[in-house]
């Protein structure tokens, strides 16, 4: 099976493609460990505590909230503004993880 989070950040690049807007590998990784929680996409590969690979056990995920999201946006440098904004880019992530996981998703 696929790394959970890679098919996240790919999903988010042919999002931002079918806007005409370059999204960056790197920035993708980065927004979606943002949206599992995550400070850095550094910090989502040291979990050994609750690894992302674990996912597809979990019966539901708790999305975290859209300031945190919205905070490691903003920080990410040359990050396109015209990216449609965070509330579409999550959507794109946590609505196809049911089909990746079999679990419920519990929005915050």
Known sequence: MHDITKICADRLRTFSKNHGIKL??????ELVAAFFGYQSRAALLA???CPMKNLTQ???IIEPSIAFSEQR???LEDLS????DTF???EVVFTSLPQLTNSLIKFC
């Open 58 to 60: 979990a019966n539901i």
């Open 88 to 90: 579409a880019l999550r």
């Open 24 to 29: 960056k590998a790197s920035h993708a990784h």
């Open 81 to 84: 503004p015209d990216l449609p």
């Open 47 to 49: 979990d050994t505590q």
């Open 73 to 75: 946006r903003k920080d």
